[in-house]
């Protein structure tokens, strides 16, 4: 937990690009919420509003007035979403502004979610483009009130966070993004995710082509590239990012069934070796999927708020909707479903086929679906 006093500087974690504050019961509620949305957000709030599971989520409670904290936020995160008033907001930033050139974006939300307010650094601090951003994840109206807004392009280090997609690492935003905005030739491959990551009301820029495979891309020779997968890529892929960025769509839904009293451990390892096998990224995954036999299994409740993965529950009966080529009778004597991890997976995403057919592992059951992201999963 943050201790606040006056004259001393707060210690904090700095886990991702952007800070997210809130100071009020709903703001809270809301906020917990939308760090599930928006994953480059650390999340602070008072400890008034503990919840327990603080430590777990890696979400910082702070004790004291918040214009104590904004100091280290200000100095340490490219962005700082406020979950206050206006006015406040405005006051307690004031003496903390510096040069247009090294502000961070700020951001308010106002307390019911409705409105995202560019506040400070709309066009150098990148305000705008979070702003957009930040409301689409949320479902929240933009507030943008510049004379003109950002250039309308893909912003590189917001790519896709409105639908929860992540970047492998930072080291190349800063140069793919100045090849977007100078309108070089950026590749763009696509091999899972949702496809409307296109926001604005004009064509997609000349210079940003879509290439069907990476193998294509390649051959374009392009002066830098945005990779969408799942997939952990082949060495022989690697020189499309030797300029280019990848990110993670949420795109992998686990079906588990687990032994009663199974430890989080051993249910991690054997996704990680699974994931692993099939040469998947942990940070696509987007749910773990199960049967509502299992909704307060311990084990399972810690893996899924550890990662903030929605833990998704289906009875027998919507499981057995679920058309099955090896249906268990086993499974069924016990559970009242002829199957537990395939048809959770492939209820969850939508999909007709899967990944990874049912593996046994120790006391883990565990199977692997893509999200169908033709459909909106159920």
Same mark, same amino acid.
């Given at each position: 937990m943050i201790n606040l006093r006056?004259? *001393?500087?707060?210690?904090? *974690?700095?886990?991702?690009?952007?800070?997210?504050v809130a100071i009020t019961k709903h703001g809270v509620a809301h906020a917990r919420s939308y760090v599930e949305k928006f994953p480059y957000a650390d999340l602070y709030y008072m400890k008034k509003f503990e919840q327990g599971?603080?430590?777990?989520?890696?979400?910082?409670? #702070?004790?004291?007035?918040?214009r104590l904290l904004l100091p280290s936020l200000f100095q340490q995160y490219k962005g700082i979403i406020c979950i206050i008033s206006l006015g406040a907001v405005v006051r307690m930033i004031a003496p903390l502004m510096i040069d247009k050139k090294k502000d961070p974006a700020v951001l308010v939300v106002d307390d019911k979610g409705q409105f995202v307010v560019s506040v400070l650094s709309g066009h150098i601090g990148g305000a705008n483009a979070l702003t957009h951003e930040f409301a689409k994840a949320?479902?929240?109206?933009?507030?943008?009130?510049?004379?003109?807004?950002?250039?309308?392009?893909?912003p590189v280090d917001l790519f896709g966070?409105? #639908?929860g997609w992540m970047w492998d690492s930072e080291e190349k935003l800063t140069p793919v993004s100045a090849s977007v905005v100078n309108e070089e030739h950026v590749a763009i491959v696509q091999e899972t995710g949702e496809k409307n990551w296109w926001m604005y009301d004009r064509s997609i820029p000349d210079n940003l082509k879509i290439y069907p495979s990476i193998d294509e891309a390649i051959m374009a020779k392009p002066q830098a590239a945005l990779l969408i997968t799942d997939r952990l890529i082949e060495a022989h892929e690697e020189v499309l990012l030797e300029n280019g960025v990848m990110y993670r769509p949420k795109s992998i839904v686990l079906g588990i069934g687990c032994n009663r009293g199974t430890a989080?451990? *051993?249910?991690?390892?054997?996704?990680?070796?699974?994931?692993?096998?099939?040469?998947l990224s942990k940070k696509s995954v987007k749910a773990v999927a199960t049967i509502d036999l299992k909704k307060n299994e311990t084990g399972?409740?810690?893996l899924t708020a550890k990662h903030n993965w929605p833990f998704v529950t289906y009875t027998p009966d919507q499981l057995n909707e679920i058309p099955m080529q090896n249906p268990s009778d086993t499974v069924f004597k016990y559970t009242g479903a002829y199957g537990v991890s *395939?048809?959770?997976a492939l209820r969850y995403a939508n999909a007709k086929e899967l990944l990874l057919k049912k593996?046994?592992?120790g006391n883990v059951t565990i199977s692997i679906a893509r999200v169908n992201f033709q459909e909106e999963v159920q």
């Open positions: 006056e004259g *001393e500087i707060p210690v904090i *974690e700095k886990r991702k690009p952007y800070a997210l599971d603080e430590e777990t989520r890696q979400i910082q409670l #702070f004790d004291g007035t918040v949320i479902g929240a109206v933009p507030v943008v009130t510049t004379a003109s807004d950002v250039q309308k392009t893909i966070a409105q #639908f989080m451990a *051993e249910i991690e390892q054997v996704i990680d070796e699974t994931l692993a096998e099939l040469r399972l409740l810690d *395939e048809p959770a593996k046994k592992s």
